[in-house]
């Protein structure tokens, strides 16, 4: 069976919100909750500053974890949006997941500033799996 990933509706609003306020570049962030639901998005400045990569700015990385984990919260995956494009896993995000996240816990979330549309996916060793993305 799929996977499912749950977001609270506000959630899903900040992250598309932050997305679009950042174009025509990629947008990144935290998604801060509990396993497999989406409590809150947590935007980190793209160093990379590109519509097509993204980087976390390492200074806003270290502080946005710093206060996660002062608050008591979990961060449970990394969002970023596809300007251009579908909102599927490049292969540099795949890349990138396995560096970040080796063990395949995070969910990685990628967004279509344009269409508003959210999609989640599961990336361990290369293989990625789409989550359904509920509210
Ligand atoms: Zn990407």
Request: charged share 25%; aromatic share 6%; glycine share 6%.
């Amino acid at each position: 069976m799929r996977g499912v990933v749950r977001f609270a509706p506000r959630a899903r609003e900040q992250l598309i919100t932050h997305c679009r306020s950042v174009l025509p570049n990629e947008a990144c962030g935290y998604l801060v909750g509990d396993e497999e639901h989406v409590e809150r998005f947590v935007p980190v400045r793209n160093a990379a500053a590109s519509p097509s990569r993204f980087v976390l700015d390492v200074q806003e990385q270290l502080a946005a974890e710093h206060a996660i984990d002062a608050a008591g919260e979990t961060i449970v995956g990394i969002a970023h949006s596809h300007p251009i494009g579908d909102n599927y896993p490049s292969q540099i995000d795949v890349e990138d997941a396995r560096r970040f996240d080796p063990s395949g816990a995070w969910v990685h979330v990628v967004v279509s500033p344009a269409t508003g549309s959210v999609r989640a996916f599961r990336i361990l060793d290369g293989d990625v799996e789409e989550l359904s993305a509920q509210p």
